[in-house]
């Protein structure tokens, strides 16, 4: 599966919007991008997938850019629960393994 | 919300016994996952199941492992020989059957060798 390069940490305040930012200058066509989260001491948590167009659901929106290089995820109101590392992952087989990187550490402020 | 669980939250082991960690998937769920997560080090992937077989593994996943699903609720992880470098969190994931769809993630077994 091709690499992503993501932020090692990123800070908000509580209620702000956070924007994540992903690199994957190498993605192809077939590539879906996937994120997911993981909260201290918990499993990974699914947060949101896309192929080419922008998708929202009740956690977060994802925006993916005209080449498809770049991904942003964003929370609209980050909240103390939203402390967590986020992976951004490209899969290129559907039921594939997900290949974890460090992700970006964000730490919300009250 | 269903949800993938995991036991025994925490197991302690001593170096070169055997140890069998336990997922209940999701119940509709048709593909397996089990991960390692080392202290502070990524989560790493270590082997797929679909169809009572393995369908992917990864070089961690050498012969001391294996994985199996014993009746229609339960899959394992056997860890036949512990080494202390074994000592992580070890999560199970299931999916379902159709294209792409997420992967759902347990809480984890920590195991410790000792």
């Known amino acids: 599966d091709a690499k992503t390069t993501q932020p090692n940490s990123m800070e908000s305040n509580e209620e702000e919007p956070v924007h994540l930012p992903c690199n994957h200058s190498?993605?192809?066509?077939?590539?879906?991008i996937h994120w997911y989260r993981q909260l201290p001491s918990q499993g990974p948590e699914y947060v949101i997938h896309g192929l080419t167009s922008n998708v929202n659901n009740r956690m977060a929106s994802l925006a993916i850019a005209e080449d498809r290089k770049s991904s942003t995820l964003i929370l609209h109101r980050a909240t103390l629960r939203d402390a967590a590392v986020y992976y951004c992952?490209?899969?290129?087989?559907?039921?594939?393994?997900?290949?974890f990187g460090a992700g970006t550490q964000v730490v919300v402020t009250p | 919300e269903p949800e993938v669980t995991q036991t025994p939250s925490h197991q302690v082991t001593q170096m070169g016994q055997e140890v069998i960690l336990r997922c209940v998937p999701i119940?509709?769920?048709?593909?397996f996952y089990w991960y390692r997560q080392i202290l502070g080090q990524k989560v790493e992937f270590l082997v797929s199941?679909?169809?009572?077989?393995?369908?992917?593994k990864s070089e961690i996943f050498d012969d001391q492992f294996s994985v199996e699903r014993p009746d229609g609720s339960n899959f394992t992880l056997k860890i036949r020989s512990t080494k202390l470098e074994d000592s992580a969190m070890y999560f199970c994931?299931?999916?379902?059957?159709?294209?792409?769809?997420?992967?759902?993630f347990g809480d984890g077994t920590r195991l410790s060798i000792l």
């Open positions: 992952i490209l899969r290129t087989d559907s039921w594939g393994k997900l290949q």
């Open positions: 199941f679909y169809n009572n077989e393995i369908s992917e």
């Open positions: 119940s509709n769920h048709l593909y």
């Open positions: 994931a299931s999916s379902g059957q159709y294209s792409n769809q997420p992967q759902h």
């Open positions: 190498t993605i192809s066509g077939t590539d879906y």
